[in-house]
């Protein structure tokens, strides 16, 4: 049980994108995404803010250079994130893992298509990167990932106050 809770409310990674993170307008929080699990919380969040950065990056007309560094954070972070949530799951022995670990997949797949896509297009990457993962974000963290806070908190639920 303390694992898991050391789990739940434990470091994110990538404080970088804390700053960012002070400064998200674009993609304003939505409550419905509020899963209560503090770790995926942070980073979601994270998450969101990287993917203003790049946005504004765009709209700024940043040089490729920054533009790719951009693209190459949020992917990575995005990996990392799904392996902690498959892991947790794991270690919480989450009984829709497979399905969750499906959705990931999917995404896993894509972002591998959009990357391979980029090579012989790479202005059209980062546009595209953002307008697929805008609405997957909205829709997974509203749906698998509040299902699986929902099972995590029965584990570790909050201290009281
Ligand atoms: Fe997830």
Not at 45 to 74: D, N, Q
Not at 118 to 141: D, K
């Amino acid at each position: 049980m303390d694992r898991i809770r050391r789990a739940v409310e434990g470091p994110s990674p990538v404080p970088q994108a804390r700053g960012a993170m002070a400064k998200l307008s674009f993609i304003p929080w939505n409550p419905d995404w509020e899963t209560g699990v503090p770790k995926i919380d942070r980073e979601h969040r994270a998450m969101l803010a990287m993917l203003e950065g790049l946005v504004k990056a765009l709209a700024e007309g940043r040089e490729t250079r920054e533009i790719r560094s951009a693209v190459s954070m949020l992917t990575h972070y995005i990996q990392d994130h799904f392996l902690a949530e498959e892991a947790l799951m794991a270690a919480s022995g989450y009984p829709d893992l497979g399905r969750h670990r499906g959705a990931h997949d999917g995404l896993r797949d894509r972002l591998a298509r959009i990357v391979l896509h980029g090579r012989s297009e790479p202005r059209a990457l980062p546009t595209e990167l953002v307008g697929f993962l805008i609405g997957w974000f909205q829709e997974h963290f509203s749906g698998e990932d509040r299902r699986m806070a929902d099972h995590l908190r029965t584990l570790a639920p909050p201290p009281s106050p």
